[in-house]
């Protein structure tokens, strides 16, 4: 590779890094999105409210079940919802962490890999979100757009 070439190499990651954490900040959402969309519409393949907080009851032993779907399809739907916009970023990645701490202590029993419902997709989108809560919506975000500092 030549020189010109290496430096204009360089010069294209360093325009398109930019992109990176928007990029992730959004995908997060976007893939959060759909789970809070089956807990409380039930729809792509979901139960809706009624028979996931009758699950959250009967199996994992969450009681009110319905709150804690309700609560659990929110803050999946309407957070993720939040870090796609980029608005109030921090809070509802907060949120998601939160939720996904919960969801760790559910899915600790049965090991790492998520193949056996373990910890492993919980722990991901909790350490995405704790990322997301500390580096806020940042460029490309609404709370940019409107000022919001935290």
Not at 54 to 62: C, I, K, P, R, Y
Not at 125 to 142: K, N, P
Request: proline share 3%.
């Amino acid at each position: 590779m030549t020189t010109q070439t290496s430096t204009s190499a360089s010069t294209l990651f360093d325009r398109l890094s930019t992109l990176s954490y928007p990029l992730i900040r959004i995908t997060a959402g976007l893939l959060l999105m759909p789970h809070g969309a089956q807990k409380l519409f039930g729809w792509f393949g979901g139960y809706g409210l009624d028979a996931t907080g009758q699950f959250f009851a009967t199996n994992l032993g969450m009681e009110p079940g319905f709150l804690f779907a309700l609560l659990a399809g929110l803050v999946e739907f309407f957070g993720g919802l939040a870090l796609v916009l980029g608005l109030l970023t921090r809070p509802a990645a907060l949120a998601i962490a939160g939720l996904m701490a919960v969801a760790l202590s559910v899915h600790v029993a049965n090991g790492f890999f998520w193949t056996s419902g373990g910890v492993e997709y919980p722990l991901m989108w909790g350490l995405i979100a704790f990322a997301v809560f500390l580096r806020g919506g940042e460029r490309f975000s609404l709370d940019r757009q409107f000022g919001f500092k935290f």
